[in-house]
């Protein structure tokens, strides 16, 4: 009497709650596992300010051989041998402001504001004086032993190469604040007004490219790669072109401003260190970092009492480098200035909540991939499952298929098909190295070459059937035409997929058909390239999810096919006589009269086979496949917790199984014949 | 004389397991004609039938159907099909759908016709037969007799050129037949061309307009109803008077009446009796 008790008892029955609250439940309670605790935690700053023996303001900054150089106002130069931890005094090169630096390979050129250019060729060469003879030029690059671009106000371009000057100046007079060379050919020059040029042949002609912002004062421009251009402007906007030759070009929205297009700040200088950080400089202490091509930028923590503005960095990697700024600052970072959380140095895993931190994010993929491939493996399981029984259960023989023709017409087809089967008994053979019949390995001999053999295979099949074809009689009574061909392909299929284990079938069909690959390609040939996201990516980016679901829906298939099979044999014939009675063909008869009433019966059988589906689904992991059973292999080499992640596993298989279970106990329920079956209800 | 609807020429056929059961049967049908097959079990009644439709293929002889030989390969089997209805013993009604799709069913997948066009013959042929309230209703919630008329609107939605009723009332209770045979006669009353095979000596004498007795898979004798009460041959009235000794006795008639059935059931040879499930 339950209901007489009250109290928690009540309350808390299990049995009490109906199916559908118990689904919510159970899920929250997964939700409730793996839901991030907020813990204290504390960030610092990547950069270490070190010593320049300046006060003076540091302009540029570049990497020179295993030397790194600063540039500063009235002449400054500094160089570190180290890195730029520590750094050394050089003589100043004249008096005049340096302004911008580049090097390319061994050499190295110094813009100073007089229009005097500093040039080093070779490594701990002696610096060169050249003339450019012009004023207001802000940029410089190097684009080979001997010979710079210069950029400036007005649209100035200029190119010293064959130690001459070349007036390369364009009819867009807009001034130019930089210019970078990716390589000794291509090159861009940025500037006012969204001006952005690009050369392809080191610089001697120059083509205007259409800017996404035409208000912009573009400031630094890096060409990584031919994929990947980024500049900035003094407004904050971040600019990107990844087509090659710097074609088209757009204004990144930045996730992290809420898809701003400028990250409102004053920017003076980006560098590029991978295909996918960034930094960027500006003043006011602005450092960032971007690990995610400027989708997500993040403000560095400067270091206690620096407070500069920021004019240009030189990396030797993407890690360790330095950036420079006004009054004699330099910063140092081994780790791209990344700010460092502290707290979590040492994760404790034995407490759940940080063990789930960690985790949650790996669970969830593996849920979310485990669920993928099971709705998909289920679909392909069913259709083929349907497929292979009516297949099996077809009536049609040879006999049936070629009663309309006369006798002397198969014996022309037997002719016929005998021709192939010798020429593929011949040529078959014909691969077979020499046999050499001494030993028992030999007698494998023919196997060495798996082609000729299935030729040999397939030629004896077609000459023996061809000659019953040649040798048959009016009435067509050999046994040859009680075969019923279908039938025999689906049962060559379903003992295959039947005898075979199911970790085997996982990794011939991904590592030995290479279905994936070859599916892959063949939907890029289609399709195009799918990309790294969206719906392209989801179908058909990774091999491994559609090797994974081929193999689990013809495995499945083969398996509900029996199921299925049997369901129809147990629909009384009389059934079948009567949708043909009306007219229907037979696959008509099959598709509207049969098969709904074979599928209702066999809902619950097949829901085990679904369920089956789920838990088989867990050894996608040998062929690499990132689904449930897999990342909790993966938690664990990280946190040890050998208990907790597989715990959490579990439950994510128990949810997708028992929510399966009660999506199929409802659409028996829903398809239920009235009046037909004791079923009593689930 | 009225066209020839179908007309069977030396039909033969040989079960594969050696069962010559129908041996050179020959019989005309002719339009708006109702003609009974009767003869004892065994004799080839069903066989005969399920040849005309080709339900099953005869081993020998001509099946033509207006005329135009339907037993060969070249024949269009649907279509044949189409033209001829056909009456199943058992009722064969689609359990899985309600009374009214039963009918249209072949009406919109043979006839092409929109779901509203046969609907709307699907209601006029279901109240031919008097089951317009059902409509609704899913032959697993119908009675016996319901659902043999539910099955005799299905043949007629299609309006064949004839119908084939193979014992339509044997799997039925006492108290059912009436209905069905009622309704049969009404369509034998407007003119339909149909064959009959029946165990209802009765009704076959009264509605039928030509009675052939098969024997061991022969026409042993043919005419006009009234060899029922004037057989020729000797066979025929050894079988007519067994048909009496075999009719209900009047105790066990009783307590038909009285409900407590399922006595209606002749087995027929084949084992196929009504379901139970
Ligand atoms: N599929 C079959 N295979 C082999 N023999 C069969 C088959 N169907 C029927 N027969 C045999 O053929 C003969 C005629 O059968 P049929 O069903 O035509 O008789 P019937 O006149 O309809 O009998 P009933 O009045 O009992 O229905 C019987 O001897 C029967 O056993
Ligand atoms: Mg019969």
């Not at chain 1, 050919?185 to 083509?207: E, K, P």
């Not at chain 1, 098909?417 to 020499?434: A, Q």
């Not at chain 2, 009374?99 to 013959?121: C, F, I, Q």
Request: with cysteine.
């Amino acid at each position: 009497m339950r209901t007489a008790t009250p109290g928690i008892e009540r309350i808390f029955s299990w049995s009490s709650i109906d199916s559908k609250s118990r689904v919510v439940i159970l899920v929250s309670l997964l939700l409730i596992c793996t839901i991030p605790q907020s813990t204290g935690q504390e960030t610092i700053t990547g950069w270490g300010e070190v010593e320049s023996w300046t006060d003076n303001d540091l302009n540029a900054a570049v990497i020179h051989g295993t030397n790194v150089w600063v540039f500063g106002d009235f002449g400054t130069v500094r160089y570190s041998e180290d890195n730029g931890a520590t750094w050394h005094n050089h003589s100043a090169l004249g008096n005049a402001d340096l302004i911008a630096a580049d090097s390319l390979d061994d050499s190295m050129a110094v813009l100073s504001a007089d229009g005097i250019i500093h040039m080093m060729f070779g490594l701990d060469a002696d610096w060169e004086k050249i003339d450019s003879g012009q004023s207001g030029i802000n940029g410089i690059a190097v684009t080979g032993e001997q010979s710079v671009v210069i950029v400036g106000d007005k649209g100035a371009i200029w190119q010293y190469t064959d130690e001459t000057w070349w007036n390369r100046t364009t009819t867009f007079n807009e001034n130019l604040h930089d210019v970078a060379f990716n390589g000794d050919q291509d090159g861009l020059a940025v500037g006012d007004a969204g001006t952005i040029l690009a050369t392809n042949d080191g610089g001697a002609t120059w083509d205007y490219r259409a800017a996404p912002d035409a208000d912009s004062s573009i400031v630094s421009v890096s060409y990584f790669n031919p994929y990947r251009m980024f500049a900035v402007s003094d407004s904050g906007q971040i600019l990107y072109s990844t087509s090659p030759g710097g074609f088209e070009w757009q204004l990144r929205e930045i996730e992290s401003m809420d898809y701003e297009t400028t990250l409102a700040t004053t920017l003076s200088s980006i560098e590029v260190v991978s295909s996918s950080r960034i930094l960027f400089a500006g003043p006011d202490g602005y450092l960032g970092l971007s690990l995610d091509q400027g989708l997500n930028v993040e403000r560095n923590i400067l270091p206690a009492g620096v407070n500069t503005s920021f004019n240009d960095h030189a990396m030797f990697d993407y890690v360790v480098g330095i950036v420079v700024g006004d009054s004699g600052v330099i910063l140092f970072t081994d780790r791209a200035g990344e700010n460092e959380d502290i707290g979590f140095e040492i994760p404790d895993y034995n407490n759940f909540g940080e063990f789930v931190e960690y985790a949650d994010d790996m669970l969830l993929a593996g849920f979310i991939a485990t669920v993928k491939i099971v709705v998909f493996g289920i679909l392909l399981g069913f259709t083929i499952g349907v497929i292979l029984a009516m297949l099996k259960t077809a009536p049609t023989s040879f006999k049936n298929v070629l009663e309309r023709y006369s006798t002397n017409q198969i014996r022309g087809l037997g002719a016929y098909c005998s021709v192939i089967g010798l020429w593929l008994l011949y040529t078959g053979v014909s691969r077979f190295p020499e046999l050499q019949l001494e030993g028992l390995e030999y007698i494998f001999t023919p196997v060495g070459d798996p082609r000729g053999f299935a030729m040999f295979a397939l030629g004896l099949a077609i000459v023996a059937i061809s000659i019953q074809f040649i040798l048959a009689d009016k009435k067509l009574s050999g046994p040859l035409f009680k075969v019923r061909p279908l039938n025999s392909l689906a049962t060559v299929y379903t003992d295959f997929f039947r005898n075979t284990p199911l970790i085997v079938q996982f990794m011939f069909i991904h590592f030995g058909l290479r279905l994936g690959m070859r599916i892959q390609q063949l939907m890029e040939g289609t399709f195009g390239d799918p990309g790294i996201d969206g719906i392209d990516y989801f179908f058909y980016g990774d091999r491994t999810f559609l090797s994974a679901i081929f193999t689990l829906g013809l495995n499945s298939g083969a398996y509900q096919c029996e199921t299925i099979r049997g369901a129809i044999s147990a629909i009384p014939s009389g059934q079948m006589e009567a949708g043909r009675s009306i007219g229907l063909t037979y696959l008509g008869t099959m598709r509207l009269v049969i098969l709904p009433q074979a599928i209702r019966i066999c809902i619950p059988p097949i829901g085990n086979e679904m369920v089956n589906l789920v838990l088989n689904s867990s050894l996608a992991m040998v062929i690499g496949y990132s689904e449930l059973s897999r990342q909790g292999k993966l938690m664990i080499a990280t946190t040890f917790q050998i208990f907790s992640a597989w715990g959490l596993v579990m439950i994510s298989y128990f949810v997708v199984t028992w929510t399966l279970a009660l999506i199929l106990r409802r659409l028996e329920d829903t398809t239920r014949i009235p009046g037909l079956g004791i079923s009593g209800g689930s | 004389m009225p066209e020839i609807v179908l007309s069977i020429r030396d039909l033969h056929k040989m079960y594969a397991g050696g069962v010559h059961a129908v041996r050179g049967v020959s019989f005309d049908v002719h339009e708006g004609e109702s003609v009974a097959i009767i003869g004892s079990s065994g004799s080839g009644k069903s066989t005969v039938l399920r040849c005309i439709n080709r339900l099953i293929e005869p081993t020998d002889g001509v099946i033509e159907l207006r005329g135009e030989q339907i037993n060969t390969p070249s024949a269009d089997v649907n279509r044949v099909r189409s033209r001829i209805g056909m009456v199943f013993q058992s009722f064969e009604l689609f359990a899985h759908l309600k009374v009214v799709d039963n009918v249209t069913l072949g009406l919109r997948h043979v006839r092409g016709m929109s779901k509203d066009e046969a609907e709307k013959v699907a209601l006029e042929v279901l109240g031919r037969v008097d089951m317009l309230e059902r409509v609704d209703a899913y032959p697993g919630n119908l009675s016996g007799g319901q659902k043999q008329r539910v099955a005799i609107a299905r043949a007629l939605a299609m309006m064949p050129e004839v119908i084939l009723f193979d014992e339509p009332t044997s799997a039925l209770d006492p108290e059912l037949i009436g209905s069905v045979l009622q309704t049969i006669r009404g369509l034998a009353d407007e003119g339909m061309t149909m064959v009959i095979v029946t165990h209802e000596i009765n009704f076959a004498r009264d509605v039928a307009d030509r009675i052939v007795y098969l024997d061991h898979g022969q026409v042993a004798e043919e005419g006009p109803s009234s060899i029922i009460n004037d057989p020729k041959t000797e066979r025929l009235q050894k079988f007519l008077s067994s048909m009496h000794e075999d009719e209900v006795p009047e105790a066990i008639e009783k307590e038909l009446v009285d409900g407590n059935t399922g006595y209606g059931y002749v087995p027929d040879g084949k084992g196929a009796g009504p379901r139970v499930r």
